[in-house]
């Protein structure tokens, strides 16, 4: 089975600029969540869809980060401008059922992002 | 709220040794648990987790991990390290209750040497 895949895998941008990532989640996969993990600590979820709706964003700082989850299955997550703060690995991640506490979320690989 | 404290920051064992990485939780409801894995450069991997079955969750690579509520804890195990359990290793928590919302700890780097 095909796992959780992101695009890029890197990006290094200046702050002010602007910047997308990509996530395909696992084929059938209802719930889709995007997360930051800041260098030396646990990753942070940034934003909750089931299906396309979306569940939970009240960690998102949504006067520069936007997503959307077009027709329930890819995702975008957006920066718009950048700061050096946002240096990160984001990560992406799926899970089958209606996102439940006893769900297991499969991550993809994520994509690490230097603003410089 | 949920919170997750991982109590050792890095760990560091000899191959073939008993491997401990401690983690203590906090939740207002019954809680699921989880263990997962995360080698350089790749995403993150489950090991194991607690859904309120039995207790002593057994995981892949060897890996076990044991519920108690009377401690708040749920301690990660292995018999024998092996050279590639080296990565860093995260305790989560989620409450049961409405919409899963993992809670990551802050970490435990594993350093196995020969």
């Known amino acids: 089975e095909a796992g959780v895949a992101q695009s890029p895998r890197y990006k290094i941008i200046e702050k002010r600029q602007s910047v997308a990532f990509w996530c395909n989640p696992i084929s059938g996969h209802a719930t889709l969540y995007w997360y930051q993990q800041i260098l030396g600590q646990g ?42 703060e946002d240096s990160a690995v984001y990560l992406c991640a799926s899970s089958f059922a209606s996102g439940a506490g006893t769900d297991t979320q499969y991550f993809g690989p994520g994509t690490r992002l230097t603003v410089l | 709220a949920q919170s997750v404290t991982q109590l050792d920051s890095h760990v560091s064992v000899s191959e073939g040794t008993p491997v401990l990485l401690r983690c203590n939780y906090s939740s207002s409801y019954s809680p699921s648990l989880f263990w997962y894995v995360q080698h350089p450069n790749k995403g993150l991997q489950l090991l194991l987790k607690y859904t309120s079955a039995a207790t002593l969750v057994k995981g892949i690579n060897g890996f076990e991990a044991e519920f108690k509520k009377s ?11 092996h050279m590639s359990d080296a990565a860093e290793y995260f305790c989560v928590v989620s409450d049961q209750k409405g919409f899963q919302k993992l809670v990551f700890g802050t970490g435990t780097r594993l350093l196995v040497s020969p």
Do not use: M
């Not at chain 1, 979820?45 to 939970?56: A, K, R, S």
């Not at chain 2, 708040?72 to 195990?77: A, D, K, P, R």
């Open chain 1, 43 to 84: 990753p942070k979820l940034l934003i909750q869809f089931q299906n396309n709706g979306v569940v939970d964003d009240s960690q998102l700082p949504k006067d520069r980060f936007s997503a959307e989850r077009l027709k329930g299955v890819d995702s975008t997550l957006k920066i718009q401008p950048a700061k050096l």
């Open chain 2, 71 to 81: 401690e708040t804890s749920f301690h990660l195990t292995k018999p024998s390290a």
